[in-house]
T-cell receptor
Framework: AAGVIQSPRHLIKEKRETATLKCYPIPRHDTVYWYQQGPGQDPQFLISFYEKMQSDKGSIPDRFSAQQFSDYHSELNMSSLELGDSALYFC????????????FGPGTRLTVT | DAKTTQPPSMDCAEGRAANLPCNHS???????VYWYRQIHSQGPQYIIH???NNETNEMASLIITEDRKSSTLILPHATLRDTAVYYC????????????FGAGTQVVVTP
């Protein structure tokens, strides 16, 4: 069965650089979620989209922005990267807007040096 | 969303049932109980969810007490691959779906 695809899987950036993470949801899933998991921490919700509109927002820094495109894939744009942004970034998708069953991708490991 | 309390860790012998408790004493009537797990550094995996009735699927069973203040996730025959952090999450039924992960239970299945 198709799963959530995230790219790249690993990314190394320097401070103050920008990064773009991509997420391709499971076919027919129109809702996408982004989560951030710092080292030794639990995943934290960042932002979500339903039918290409932002549906909910969590503790996402102003330096980050995201959008969902017409093909339902989503991109998380991160600017002015800081050392503290080093984390695993997970994307999840669900078939319904309530997100009763969220399917997570393998994550993108971002390292900021 | 109501807060949940889980034991930080528990061990389970391979082949035995693993019973994972979760306390959610402030749960409201329109909040579901969800269980996810995360195998080391992999994306979290949905297990099961329920409102007030017990639920069962191919992975696990969810037992919710009548007063809904606590629940138990049961893995009927634990395998080594069930070693993971298990998260109990309470969420409103009519919400946009964000999951608020708290401190879960690290389950270690031993041979």
């Amino acid at each position: 069965a198709a799963g959530v695809i995230q790219s790249p899987r690993h990314l190394i950036k320097e401070k103050r650089e920008t990064a773009t993470l991509k997420c391709y949801p499971i076919p027919r899933h129109d809702t996408v979620y982004w989560y951030q998991q710092g080292p030794g921490q639990d995943p934290q919700f960042l932002i979500s989209f339903y039918e290409k509109m932002q549906s909910d927002k969590g503790s996402i820094p102003d330096r980050f922005s995201a959008q969902q495109f017409s093909d339902y894939h989503s991109e998380l744009n991160m600017s002015s990267l800081e050392l503290g942004d080093s984390a695993l970034y997970f994307c999840a998708s669900s078939l319904d807007w309530q997100g009763n069953e969220q399917y997570f991708g393998p994550g993108t490991r971002l390292t900021v040096t | 969303d109501a807060k949940t309390t889980q034991p930080p860790s528990m061990d389970c012998a391979e082949g035995r049932a693993a019973n994972l408790p979760c306390n959610h004493s402030t749960i409201s009537g329109n909040e579901y109980v969800y269980w996810y797990r995360q195998i080391h550094s992999q994306g979290p995996q949905y297990i099961i969810h329920g409102l007030k009735n017990n639920e069962t699927n191919e992975m696990a069973s969810l037992i919710i007490t009548e007063d809904r203040k606590s629940s138990t996730l049961i893995l009927p025959h634990a395998t080594l691959r069930d070693t993971a952090v298990y998260y109990c999450i309470v969420r409103l039924t009519d919400s946009w779906g964000k999951l608020q992960f708290g401190a879960g239970t690290q389950v270690v299945v031993t041979p």
